[in-house]
């Protein structure tokens, strides 16, 4: 029996571990108070309260999405269950993909356009008032842009006259890492998410 | 100092990038048609180089940065970053590169240096850079001169992954080892391992490289790749092996799968069984020491 005293059960936070900083997010989940669980399989989607696609390769992700045949697991979870999306999760959380198109999981109403700063060289570190949290710094990293936001989806931070930071339903996205800086607060306001 | 370095706003999205490709496939490719075959198999990034690291060994000659036409035109094709080598201590190539826009610039002992003294000093630059390491000495020596990701250089182009093993379980080790020290001990450190006296404080307070490490040159089997990373490895380069093989796709992907699931043995025996055969090995015992790739650089 696990001791059940004073403080309430932490959330479990998957962090689907394909490719990518799932690391960087495992870290910033703990920071933020939740206990972070390292997703590659189906059968571990039933052990975890919410999911957290990181930053990394979107169609790398799709790939083995695709060869383990996750891709309507994870759907089905998202569709009762939060998920936070960066960067490449940003990607395969939206509606539509562009440039090229892709598949994604359609949990939010947004329309995402990949590497769409440009290159590496085009990546960057901006300061961002996010609304609830404050300054914010935003890490881009050859990062989507959020082109279309539907009626539904509510922008919490934008850049350059784009939202990078958006909430619909359960469900969050960032088009930036919140995971590369110290800063949990964002990962903070996901795990909060799951408390309710 | 080296904590202004590794605080700095380039160097910081530098080794970013390093992070995205954590726990994927970087594969050699000689044109934008292999690039094409690397991604649909999964591979998290490309590396365009002039010829595969076994080709190079078998022609002989000098091997140099990849023509651009080509490097333009995989940056074309894939929607994954390019990286690109550059000879060890070639700053001009290295500057081509950058001004082509290529993602990552990999300053390679397997092309033929271009200096046998000095590196590129790649700290002004802003496209990062990854260089190969055998023990932990060098690899701090090149994030002193600003490298933003390190892979072991392993013995590109053998199929045999002796050399990485050695690479990744020395730097591995010797991590460890610094974590044990006092302080003051740190300063002689620094002098054995010939290594910036900041960064060898780093590692001992850390335990670990202030970036990705990632293992490259010899791995030739789904579980090779699984080996280097419960070894420590964060990504597998994979050079002759994949475009070398009967079957570039189906063992592209086979070496992708053992290396998302090297945690899991049955993963790793479903993607052995895909793939038929690795490519014939070399045993780096009897390549002549002036034909050893690994010892490039210091």
Redesign the interface.
Known sequence: MSDSTSSPRKPVVGVLALQGDYEAHARAIEHAGGLSREINRADQLAEIDGLVIPGGESSTMLKLIDYENLFEPLKTFGQSKPVFGTCAGAILIARDVINPSQASFDLMDIGVERNAYGRQRDSHIVALQAEGLGELEAVFIRAPIIRRVGSEVKVLASHRGDAVLVTQGLHMAATFHPELTADSRVHRMFVERLNR | MFGSLLQD?QF??KV??A??????VIMDVVNAQQAQIA???????VMALVKVPSDIRKDGGVARMSPISVIREI?NTV???VMAKCRIGHFIEARVL?AL????IDESEVLTPADEENHVDKRDF???FVCGARNLGEALRRIGEGAAMIRTKGEAGSGNVVEAVRHMRTIQREMKALTMLRSDELMVAAKTHQAPFELIEWVSKHGKLPVPNFSAGGVATPADAALVMALGAETVFVGSGIFKSDEPEKFA?AI??AT??WKDAEKVLEASEELPDGMKGLDVSKIPLDELMATRGW
Do not use: F, N, Q, W
């Open positions: 706003e910081r999205l970013g990038l992070e995205m490709l954590k726990g994927g991604e649909r198999s999964g591979a998290c990034a940056m929607s994954i970053p950058e826009g290529v993602d990552y802003k496209v990062p992907r992708v799968k998302t699931y």
